[in-house]
């Protein structure tokens, strides 16, 4: 599990735990786990979170940033 903060310019659309996230990258899609590597991309189209409870939401983006250091994921959208 690692903490997730999911925002746009608008609100706070997540902040919690969760065990797994997908993203669209320009280079395809790529699945952040818990004790990712450090990284940082430019997202678009859909994210989705598998959350705390195994419950899998999803969002429809525009465009976006993702940040990571392993125990936290920040995420900048715009919807």
Do not use: W
Not at 46 to 70: A, C, M, P
């Amino acid at each position: 599990m690692f903490n997730l903060v999911l925002i746009s310019d608008e609100e706070k659309i997540f902040d919690g735990k969760a065990s797994e996230v997908n993203v669209l990258t320009e280079e395809g899609p790529v699945t952040i786990l818990s004790q990712h590597e450090p990284y940082m991309t430019k997202i678009e189209k859909r994210v989705s979170i598998k959350k705390e409870n195994e419950n899998i939401e999803e969002f429809d983006i525009v465009d976006g940033f993702l940040y990571t250091n392993g125990e936290l994921c920040y995420i900048v959208v715009d919807r």
